[in-house]
């Protein structure tokens, strides 16, 4: 099973509705998806389910078997302030160390409003992700001005629909 992330917590974002357009992708190759939204972790879980209190938030617990169960994830990863969003962080801290990530495999793809495309975001996750033992295929599409490249659940640059494309094809023989 492939898992999906939209990496932040704002609500209707970029993030989310592309990686439910990654998720159509895949299915129409007959891949099993899930989808994790970083916007529906639960409100409480930064005091609930971190440090002495791991395994102590139920609802924090059946993401963190999501996570356990996947073999494959794909990270959709907004830019913001030059890295990742911390809530990202604070979730990847609150997953058991090191045997969520430890030796599965993992996509990138960025996105951003400038033209950058969230290449600081992408390659400070890769060092997170290499640092818990997961191994991260090389190719990360960004999208930039994600606002207008992204209209209407579709990716109107041919180019960057490409990559994407074959980015997934990629992961799934990773």
């Excluded at 207008?148 to 074959?166: H, R, Y």
Aim: with cysteine.
């Amino acid at each position: 099973m492939i898992c999906v992330i939209a990496c932040t917590n704002r609500p209707n974002s970029y993030s989310l509705k592309i990686a439910e357009y990654y998720i159509k992708l895949l299915q129409a190759e007959a891949v099993e998806c899930t989808l994790i939204d970083l916007n529906t972790l639960p409100e409480s879980y930064l005091f609930s389910a971190l440090y002495h209190n791991q395994g102590k938030d139920e609802s924090f617990n059946g993401i963190k078997k999501t996570i356990a169960d996947a073999e494959k994830f794909i990270f959709v990863v907004p830019e913001y302030n030059g890295s990742f969003p911390g809530v990202l962080k604070a979730f990847i801290d609150g997953l058991d160390y090191p045997a969520s990530f430890k030796n599965k495999k993992a996509a990138l793809l960025g996105i951003s409003s400038g033209n950058m495309g969230g290449s600081l975001a992408l390659s400070h996750l890769t060092d997170i992700l290499n640092y818990l033992g997961m191994h991260v295929l090389a190719s990360k599409p960004r999208i930039t001005r994600v606002e207008q490249t992204f209209v209407d659940g579709e990716i109107n640059d041919a180019f960057v629909k490409g990559l994407i494309a074959i980015q997934a094809k990629d992961l799934l023989s990773f």
